[in-house]
């Protein structure tokens, strides 16, 4: 009975562990693609945050959850956008105005949600997607109901992080986007344009981060809320650095947060005389740490942060 119910609760910790993971692996990767072509992903919690504002507004209105996801993949890519604008053709500071829009965007999401359904906290009731088990794997013991019964956008986290892994070593386009994040003084002299690669760079990173938006709003709570992301998105930067820009690392990084979070949301059940607070804590905790030992030895791209000269 015993090694059934540690069974029971160890397969429920590699579920939980996937399904917080999943958000931030997304918000991780558009973190890879904007930092590694050289521009601050602080804006990443802006970028999942507009997502998830995006792809529940549409997906109650139209009742389509493509669409919804579609259009969250455009709110963190016009998040981008911004942030390619403002970064790029008026050379503003990237922290500072990644925080900027972080905060323009927490305001104009509690703004516009009041604006078109009324009310002072409107809520959004969103059907939530069912999973899709893998036939045989999804009844392995402990991990089978975590890692394989899942729903389609939490498999397509994974495939993307090794997909991305490839695109970033193995092509020419994956190589010149890093290469603009070291040299662009280089890229530009090889003929390409290094502004135009980090404005792509950041649009695509900012799709990546508002699909990271969709699954908390579309594929786990089914709602809306202000600030729902809840410093997600600095979470997923903690795991890009730890992560050194290589996206399989990223997504080992975003597991880690994972697990320490379904560990201490277990721990409310558990019933054991621990501070909800201070478990609320834990995964910030555990990424200063780790980002304390790892600090010293880790590179950024060279040009991270700076401005353009040549356009």
């Known amino acids: 009975m015993n090694l059934a119910i540690n069974s029971t609760v160890a397969a429920g910790l590699v579920a939980s562990m996937v399904r917080i993971a999943t958000p931030l692996l997304y918000a991780g990767l558009g973190g890879v693609l904007c930092e590694a072509a050289g521009t601050f ?17 549409i997906a109650f209105i139209t009742q ?3 669409l919804g996801l579609v259009c969250s993949a455009l709110g963190g890519a016009g998040v981008g956008l911004l942030m390619a604008i403002a970064t790029g053709r008026f050379s503003t500071d990237h922290m500072v105005t990644g925080l900027s829009i972080n905060i ?6 509690s703004f516009l949600l009041r604006a ?23 009844k392995w013991p402990v991990i089978g109901a975590g890692l394989f019964d899942q729903t389609p956008l939490t498999y397509a986290a994974f495939v993307c992080a090794a997909l991305l892994h490839v695109w970033m070593r193995g092509t020419q386009t994956g190589l010149l986007v890093q290469a603009t994040g070291e040299n662009p003084s280089a890229v530009f002299a090889a003929g390409a344009r290094p502004a135009a690669i ?10 990546f981060a ?13 709602t809306f809320t202000d600030a729902m992301t809840n410093g997600r998105g600095f979470i997923a930067l903690a795991a890009v650095l730890i992560g050194r820009w290589r996206p399989l690392r990223v ?11 379904a560990v201490g949301l277990n721990m409310q059940g558990w019933g054991l005389p621990v501070s909800s607070y201070a478990i609320q804590m ?11 030992c790892v600090g010293r030895a880790t590179r950024m791209p060279a040009a991270l942060g700076t401005a353009l000269t040549r356009r």
């Open 210 to 222: 508002g699909i990271g938006g969709a699954v908390l709003a579309l594929d786990q709570l089914g």
């Open 198 to 207: 980090r404005a792509r760079a950041l649009i695509a990173g900012g799709a």
């Open 104 to 109: 323009l965007v927490a305001g104009v999401t």
């Open 64 to 66: 389509s959850y493509a």
């Open 116 to 138: 078109l359904f009324g009310g002072r906290s409107p809520n959004l009731h969103l059907s939530v997607p069912a999973t899709w088990p893998i036939p045989w794997l999804a």
């Open 251 to 261: 997504m080992l990084a975003c597991l880690l947060f994972g697990a320490t979070d």
């Open 41 to 57: 992903g602080v804006c990443i919690e802006g970028m999942m945050l507009m997502g998830a504002f995006a792809g529940a507004v």
């Open 282 to 292: 834990a995964p910030y905790l555990i990424a200063l740490g780790v980002l304390c």
